[in-house]
């Protein structure tokens, strides 16, 4: 079984940066994909930034050129967040899809972290 547990979010004032790192437990055979989601009050939940087994990267219009994914290694990514703005304002989940050792590929997902973006 694999678990994801979040860390780094938090009230920050607009332009000002936060670092989301998102780490799995369990033993991992290999990794599709790894990325972030965010929802907001009232709104779906939506795609923030993906980073694909190739190395290739995946950004919403609304972050690229602010918000940059990292992998650091099969179990670990983290994403960079700059120029904040109030609308980033959301719970953000981390988003894994992999295949753990013995069992078939899934999606797995974090439980969550705050970010709040103060104007």
């Known amino acids: 079984q694999v678990q994801l547990v979040e860390s780094g979010g938090g009230l920050v004032q607009a332009g000002g940066s936060l670092r989301l790192s998102c780490a799995a437990s369990?033993?991992?055979?290999?990794?599709?994909?790894m990325g972030w989601y965010r929802q907001a009050p009232g709104k779906q939940r939506e795609l923030v930034a993906r980073i694909n087994s190739d190395g290739s990267t995946n950004y919403a219009v609304s972050v690229k050129g602010r918000f940059t994914i990292s992998r650091d290694n099969a179990k670990k990514t983290a994403l960079q967040m700059d120029s904040l703005k109030p609308e980033d304002t959301a719970v953000y989940y981390c988003n894994f899809r992999v295949k753990p050792s013995f069992m078939a590929e899934a999606e797995y997902w974090g439980q969550g972290t705050q970010v709040t973006v103060s104007s």
């Open positions: 369990g033993i991992i055979s290999s990794v599709s994909y």
